[in-house]
């Protein structure tokens, strides 16, 4: 069962199953007003059951605040990117989930092929109902082993209130929540979503040319 606590004044939901296991953090809401898209798909995940390992779900990392994209350095130096890297040195998570939300005017940039010759980093791949997925930025992952797992998820905000939207965006997080190591979640998913999860494995190890694992 989840239990919400608040940490470094953080309102956030923690759970430990009986077995042991691998520790995800889930975090929505890193800028901007992405939190009030964010935060519904958390709450629902946090009625999930946890049967191994432990799960941080944190609704919104902070409220509508400032617009600092997260592939900035300055983001990691703002009040918000220095909580987000002080709660995932505190959790260590071996899992690391990225919620954020889009608007439409945007998913043509963060899917565009070209994204990588023009701002340094791949394009987002559709995974099916406007959620793209991704890995997260370079400057973080980095902070990250090669056998952690690191997922960002953009969710359309103009239909985040879409049923077949929130199923999809809580399958994907529940299936991390069910998963006892990373073997088994890449296994998972490329099983549920194969083209896709292909097709952003390709992109990942032609960016870190196989110096770490997708993702
Ligand atoms: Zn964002």
Redo the contacts with the bound molecule.
């Keep these: 069962m989840f239990e919400p606590q608040t940490v470094f004044g953080v309102r956030l939901y923690a759970a430990r199953g009986s077995v042991s296991g691998p520790t995800r953090l889930v975090i929505g809401g ?3 007003d ?1 939190g009030l898209f964010t935060t519904p798909f958390i709450e629902r995940l946090a009625t999930a059951e946890l049967t191994a390992g432990d799960a941080i779900l944190v609704p919104s990392l902070v409220a509508d605040g400032r ?1 600092i ?2 592939l900035s350095e300055e983001y990691y130096k703002s009040a918000a990117g220095k909580l987000l890297l002080r709660l995932i040195h505190r959790y260590r998570p071996s899992f690391y989930f ?1 919620l ?3 608007g439409q005017q945007s998913y043509e940039r963060l899917t565009d092929p070209e994204r990588v010759h023009k701002i340094g980093v791949p394009h987002f791949i559709e995974l099916g109902n406007g959620i793209l997925i991704g890995s997260i930025a370079p400057l973080l992952r980095r902070r990250f082993t090669s056998e952690d797992f690191c997922m ?1 998820i ?1 969710i359309p905000k103009w239909t985040s209130e879409d049923e077949l939207v929130s199923e999809s965006v809580l399958e994907l997080l529940r299936i991390a929540l069910a998963s006892r190591d990373r073997a088994a979640l890449m296994q998972t998913y490329r099983a549920r979503y194969p083209t896709q999860v292909k097709h952003a494995e390709e992109l990942f190890n032609r960016y870190y040319r196989h110096f770490l694992k997708p993702f």
């Design positions: 890193l800028h901007g992405e617009y994209g997260v990225e954020h939300a889009y960002t953009e």
